[in-house]
């Protein structure tokens, strides 16, 4: 079982910065990629950004150049870099790390762009 912890949501006013951190426990052996989705009210729950064990990145469209990924493999960690904040980012975000092709969650946090 892999339990996640995540930090760093809050309140930004738009054009503003947040770092959003994500630590896996146990071991990082089999541990295929890690990421970032958020969900707004009212809408599904979108791939904001991922990155494997190779260190391959994606990002969805709306984020590209705004957001950076990064991850410490040796730390189990995941990191969300979110830059130039628009309301439209507003959203739980959530930690999934797969894991032996498992997808494991963590509990969300909340992330309001708002002035």
């Known amino acids: 079982q892999v339990q996640l912890v995540e930090s760093g949501g809050g309140l930004v006013q738009p054009g503003g910065s947040l770092k959003l951190s994500c630590a896996a426990s146990?071991?990082?052996?089999?541990?295929?990629?890690m990421g970032w989705y958020r969900q707004a009210p009212g809408k599904q729950r979108e791939l904001v950004a991922g990155?494997?064990?190779?260190?391959?990145?994606n990002y969805a469209d709306s984020v590209k150049g705004r957001f950076t990924i990064s991850g410490d493999y040796a730390k189990n960690t995941v990191y969300l870099q979110m830059n130039s904040l628009k309301p439209e980012d507003t959203a739980v975000y959530s930690c999934?790390?797969?894991?032996?092709?498992?997808?494991?969650w963590g509990q969300g946090t909340q992330v309001t762009v708002s002035s």
């Open positions: 990155i494997t064990s190779g260190g391959s990145t």
């Open positions: 146990g071991s990082n052996v089999g541990i295929n990629s």
């Open positions: 999934n790390v797969r894991k032996w092709n498992r997808d494991y």
